[in-house]
């Protein structure tokens, strides 16, 4: 019932989290563990984001739902990615898999670093996410401010382009240096700004992208078409294959993996036509 109660108390004002305390509440109901009339209590609420379930209860003199235990933010996302993870149909899912234990180990906190992109564009990704998986957004959400975000500066800024040097964000969850330690894999969040162009680029690390918004464009080989894939729709990147990501309207969100040679730098592989795809991409 733990999860349960942390749904039913989802933060007010995050966007879905009306519907997500219904879902909660209804659950909670087919156990019998509260009345129909408090169910209908957050029925009525779940059209209000920002509308207190708990007010409306004390209100009407209806018993008010027990509150669920203190639960870390963090380990809150891990679970909820972790999930969404496990259930991906991809060529790499075993690897994936064998790398996201049900209990991750003990947590290291690591010094919160806020992010420029985190603040500029996080919520407008989360409002997207919110339409398809309320859960995860709001785990993000809730999560986001603990986490050490980094805009990596490892790549060559004349090869990688200001664009996405300045315009991109990511944070560990699980790696050599993060919440959670694991041995030669990383778990992470990624943030890119809208109409981007992450150019072409390679590494040894077999990786996953998860993207959690869309459509964005995609291809794999300089010269290569590119493909537009919607929110949801998984890449698996074999290790060394080319790929490049245009951002779209929306930010770019997603889980990424790095199932091995994590430690093995990313390069950026020249192609002649960036120009022409930054051009479109920012109109
Ligand atoms: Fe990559």
Not at 26 to 48: C, P, Q
Not at 131 to 139: C, E, F, N, Q, R
Not at 177 to 185: E, L, N, Q
Not at 192 to 205: G, Q, S, T
């Amino acid at each position: 019932m733990t999860d349960t109660l942390i749904l039913l108390h989802t933060p007010l004002g995050q966007p879905g989290s009306g519907r997500v305390r219904y879902g909660a509440a209804m659950a909670l109901w087919r156990e019998g563990a509260i009345s129909a009339e408090v169910l209908e209590v957050y029925r009525i609420t779940s059209a209000h984001d920002a509308r207190d379930p708990m007010e409306a209860l004390r209100d009407r003199g209806l018993p008010l739902p027990p509150l669920p235990p203190e639960r870390d933010p963090v380990l809150a996302l891990y679970a909820v990615a972790r999930d969404y993870l496990l259930k991906l149909d991809h060529a790499g899912a075993s690897e994936v898999r064998a790398g996201l234990p049900a209990d991750p180990g003990p947590q290291h906190n690591l010094a919160r670093r806020p992010n420029a992109v985190v603040d500029r564009w996080l919520a407008t990704a989360l409002s997207d996410l919110s339409a398809t998986l309320p859960d995860l957004s709001i785990a993000i959400a809730t999560a986001a401010p603990q986490l050490a975000w980094v805009t990596y500066d490892a790549y060559p800024r004349d090869q990688i382009g200001d664009a996405f040097a300045a315009g991109h964000a990511f944070a560990s969850l699980m790696g050599g240096d993060a919440p959670f330690a694991a041995d030669d894999f990383d778990l992470g969040l990624f943030l890119i700004a809208p109409h981007v162009l992450y150019r072409d680029h390679c590494h040894a690390a077999p990786e996953l992208y998860a993207p959690l918004t869309g459509p964005h464009g995609w291809r794999f080989g300089p010269g290569r078409p590119l493909i537009t894939k919607p929110a949801h729709q998984p890449v698996w990147n074999p290790p060394h294959q080319p790929h490049l990501t245009r951002v779209g309207a929306v930010p770019f969100l997603g889980l990424f993996v790095w199932t091995r040679d994590v430690n093995e730098p990313a390069q950026v592989i020249p192609a002649d036509d960036w120009a022409t795809l930054e051009e479109v991409a920012s109109v």
